[in-house]
């Protein structure tokens, strides 16, 4: 299964780097520039899901930054729902889905607190709309996930500092205090897409034989969340049983 999900991972980022338009996707995919730190740690991330061990491939890399690991992971998980959910964007529709739901016991209501204050209810294609749309801008604002930090530190430990360096080393933009918080918050409802794909659609998953590349991506998703203690429990309760069953064996 893991095998699967790494040629998934690959073409995926297949299509963050080269462009295939032809590719059903909801939502443009984040694009982290080569050459960056996180380009460099998203490669890092790559190899190490190849090692077979999921829970090893979301610890911490020796010396590197927490921000910047979740800041990484996050577009990766961002990138990695988009393709999920646009595989079934056909089952998920105003009619089938009038409500954002995980089950009969679980309903979501949008707000952003910007643009809609007051939670909304709407169908669950408009929330995940309004919710990839929010995320995605989160992810383009470069004072959240500033693309070009770490830049200062690798130039300065070049050992030659002249006008052209000190020029990029203030290019470098730090990670806001807000950073971790928005980052949960992001996590959060990303799981929610996770939830109504589980609960509402995985007949459909099934039958596009997607089931393998769902799981491990989630089981991925689930262990880098609790790695860093980055969702509250009582959000995860719409698949808890199926969290159990999928970690159980790698505790």
């Keep these: 299964m893991l095998a699967y999900y790494i040629l998934f991972l690959f073409f995926i980022y297949c299509v963050i780097f080269f462009g295939n338009r032809s590719s059903k996707t909801f939502k443009p995919k984040k694009n982290i520039p080569e050459g960056s730190h996180q380009y460099e740690l998203l490669k890092h991330a790559e190899a190490t899901l190849g090692s077979g061990n ?3 491939a979301v610890m911490l890399p020796d010396g590197e930054d927490l921000n910047e690991w979740v800041a990484v992971n996050t577009v990766d998980f961002f990138n990695q729902i988009n393709m999920l959910y646009g595989t079934i964007t056909d089952f998920c529709t105003e009619e089938s889905c009038p409500v954002m739901s995980a089950g009969p016991k679980y309903e979501y209501h949008w ?12 169908s669950a294609p408009k929330y995940i709309d309004y919710l990839m749309t929010w995320v995605q801008d989160q992810l383009d604002d470069e004072t959240l996930f500033p693309s070009k930090i770490g830049m200062r530190g690798r ?3 070049q050992g030659t500092v002249n006008l052209y360096t000190l020029y990029l080393c203030t290019q470098g933009v730090p990670f806001r205090r807000n950073f971790m ?9 990303l799981f929610r897409v996770y939830a109504h794909i589980y609960h ?25 969340v609790q790695e860093f203690n980055l969702i509250d429990r009582k959000e995860l309760v719409p698949l808890q049983e199926l969290i159990d069953k999928l970690t159980t064996k790698d505790r």
């Design 54 to 56: 999921l829970r090893m």
């Design 181 to 189: 918080s928005v980052a949960k918050t992001i996590l959060k409802r």
């Design 111 to 122: 707000a952003d607190g910007t643009n809609i204050k007051k939670p909304i209810k709407c």
């Design 155 to 157: 130039i300065l430990s």
């Design 200 to 224: 509402q659609h995985f007949d459909s998953v099934m039958q596009l034989q997607e089931e393998a590349h769902l799981n491990t991506s989630f089981k991925h998703f689930i262990f880098f």
